[in-house]
Structure formats: C-alpha cells, structure tokens
C-alpha cells in the first residue's frame, strides 16, 4: 500500500501486507525509501513467489474509464437525453466501500432509483453496486465510474461542465443528487471540494465523519444541508422525489 485505505488486518495475514510511503501500521513489513530515492522490493517479491496462485472467485466485465474527458466527448448525447426528459437525474454515488452490514444500504438504494436515473461514481463504494446490471439510458451506462477516490474530480468537472452548458448560474440548480459513502480521511478533502464548489444538501453516510464536533456539525448543516442517510425510502423521496 502507497497511499491510504489500510484498515487493521487480522494478525495472520500481516505479514503479507507491505506499506511504503506515508503508509504504515504495526506488524507490517514497511518498505523504506533508500538515500538514492530508489527502492528496494525484493522481499515482497520473494514471498510472493512462495504464495500460491489466486484463485478465481467470477468472472464478468465492468465498464469503467468515465472520466470528465470521456463524458466531454459524449456531452452532446448526455444533454439531449436530460431535455428530452430520458435521465431525470444524475445521482453521486461516490466514496469508500466497507465490510460493515450497514453499507449494504448503497447496493439497495442503487437498485431502487428510476430508470431514469444515472449514477455517477468514484472509489470503491461503487462496488456495492456496479455489478448489479443496471442498464443503460439510449446507449448511456447508468452507472458511470470515474476510476478511483481522487478521480472524483472528474465528477465534479462534469457537474461544472453540465452547469455551463445549461446555462445555470449555480451549481446547485443541476439535476444532481449526492449520496456519499464516506469511511476514511481520503475523503475529506473530497468533501471540502464539494462545499467549497458550494454544493449543498449532501447526503453521508452510513455514518458521519468523526471530526464533525456539534459545533462544526452545526455549520455544515445549516450553510450546506448536509445530512446523514435514513431509508432506502426516504432518502429517495428527499433526493429524487
């Protein structure tokens, strides 16, 4: 591991995970960066030779590589399917994914949005989802992923680009909903990005970031909108409608 997105792993399986960087945590093998700037992997590459072979688990194609350049070259298709009342609303789905029973809610809430409906994602929250099948609008995929954490840049250059050729004076009059996994401090900035693009009414979940003391909890809700995840039901009332 480079950057971030390690969570405690089971004693047994410590020794198997390098980090090297800014990454480290306790029992695992850390890869220093020589005075030259080089560095040296050879021990992880010896035990890999030592592990067996992975195994397959499915098989299947995911559909990827909807960054901001990409969806730039289909805009015009993007916004004679929006006046044409074919995409009702674009949903971002972005964020980190967890093993936690809770983020189960995102598979549901992805199954239970109108046809009408495009997802745009980043991270690995979209692997609640992504495998679901669900179609495409006149040859658009409803689900539209961006690549990882940091490439949620491009869904906000495609909000702004959207923005312009609408011919809208905020960003908050597009037809884009924001139902954010959150987990991890990655996202954080993430989420600065967003409020200082003045983008309101985000939905987070399942659980809200620990930095949110009642007092900055306070700010965000009251100048932003931001609000935590409920049902499946209700939160589509309150973003789709």
């Known amino acids: 591991l480079t950057t971030n997105c390690l969570v405690p792993p089971k004693e047994s399986y410590r020794e198997r995970i390098f980090t090297t960087g800014a990454v480290g945590y306790p029992g695992c ?17 010896e035990l890999a030779k030592k592990c067996p072979a992975p195994q397959e688990l499915e098989q299947g194609e995911i559909v990827g590589g909807f960054a901001h350049a990409q969806v730039f070259a289909l805009a015009d298709k993007v916004v004679d399917a929006v006046k044409s009342g074919a995409i009702k609303k674009f949903v971002v789905m972005a964020g980190c994914d967890g093993r936690q029973k809770s983020r189960e809610y995102y598979a549901e809430f992805a199954k239970a949005l109108p046809k009408d409906t495009v997802i745009l994602t980043a991270g690995c929250a979209k692997y609640k989802y992504i495998k679901l099948g669900l179609g495409d609008i006149g040859g658009i995929p409803r689900v539209l992923d961006a690549g990882q954490c940091n490439d949620s840049y491009s869904l906000a250059l ?5 923005k312009e050729v609408f011919g809208l004076a905020d960003v908050n009059e597009l037809p884009i909903a924001y139902n954010i996994a959150w987990y ?14 003045g983008v309101k009414n985000i939905h987070l979940g399942p659980t809200l970031p620990a930095f949110l003391s ?18 499946v039901e209700e939160d589509l009332k309150a973003l789709i409608g």
């Not at 495609?158 to 959207?162: N, P, R, T």
């Not at 990655?186 to 693009?197: C, N």
């Not at 900055?216 to 100048?223: Q, T």
Request: no cysteine; charged share 20%.
């Open 29 to 45: 093998p850390h890869i220093e960066t020589r005075a030259d700037g080089t560095k040296d992997f050879t021990p992880l590459i």
């Open 158 to 162: 495609i909000a702004l680009k959207l």
């Open 184 to 197: 991890e401090q990655k996202a954080v900035i993430v989420l600065l990005a967003l409020l200082h693009l």
């Open 214 to 231: 009642p007092n900055v909890a306070k700010v965000l809700v009251e100048n932003f909108g931001i609000g935590g995840i409920t049902t």
